[in-house]
């Protein structure tokens, strides 16, 4: 795997914490420091115990029982297995499988371990007046547009993901995050919501292309917590059905839009890394 590097950004998001600078030959693990003395965070967001969120570990629970959940595995509910495989736990905490972040504690992240989200890559050819397929001046190869978000917690653009909420199915995390962000369900009436989602139904029913499985490197990352996801590609091949709806910002997108999909377009965390495997997929220009 490659270095993770928006998981060391000197500056914690929504935050004054600074990250403990973590030099490349000391991210993993394996790489002894033993004055290694990262800084501790977890926002107060997070500590006011909201339902997406554990408890602190070592914390009184019900019934006089501590708080120690058991990771690796499917715990009360809650999927604390990696993608990438078993990860460590030192002194009843998880280690970040891509190693040092310069942070401690959970930072802006509700789950101890892995945070599970889905990430939704609608795309369409860009075509010209009459439908035919742009090639790009360099590349020769024809242009892809996805849907993207313009996120309102750091102002970057982004694929329009999110969460996967204790027990929900990838397939309905996906489609629900698309319309949620990118078609703004959550501030319509409930008439209106089924009307979007009968629209993008038979797109999302599509099983469309796993793009990816694993780490995020998401600037919010810590050592103890950290973003995981499924990246999955539903392609408008004839431009007809996704392409025609109406994108209205919604949820914690501020903006959306078709953006040609182009190496130089950056993007938040390591969204332009799936993207990349999208064109390869469909021999699109990147
Ligand atoms: C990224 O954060 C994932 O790839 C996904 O796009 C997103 C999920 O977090 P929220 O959008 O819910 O903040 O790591
Ligand atoms: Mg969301
Ligand atoms: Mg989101």
Redesign the pocket.
Known sequence: ATLHVKSRCPQYPGSKIKRLPVPDDKVDWSQKWPQYNPVNHTDPAVLKKPVWADAEIGDFCLFFSVFSPKFNTVDAGVDRTGFEGTYKVENGKPLNPHGRTGVTGRGLLGRWGPNH?A?PIVTRWKVDAKGAKILHSVSKRPILQFVAIK?K?CGEW??P???VDPGEQVSLTLQREFSEEALNSLSVVPAERAKIHERINKLFKSPGFQVYKGY?D?PRNTDNAW?E?VAVNFHDESGNSVSELPLQAGD?AGQVKWVDVDSSFAL??S?SHFLELVTKERKAHW
């Open positions: 989200a990430d996120r917690d982004a694929i993901g999110g969460m995020v998401d973003m996801t914690d938040y965390a969204h």
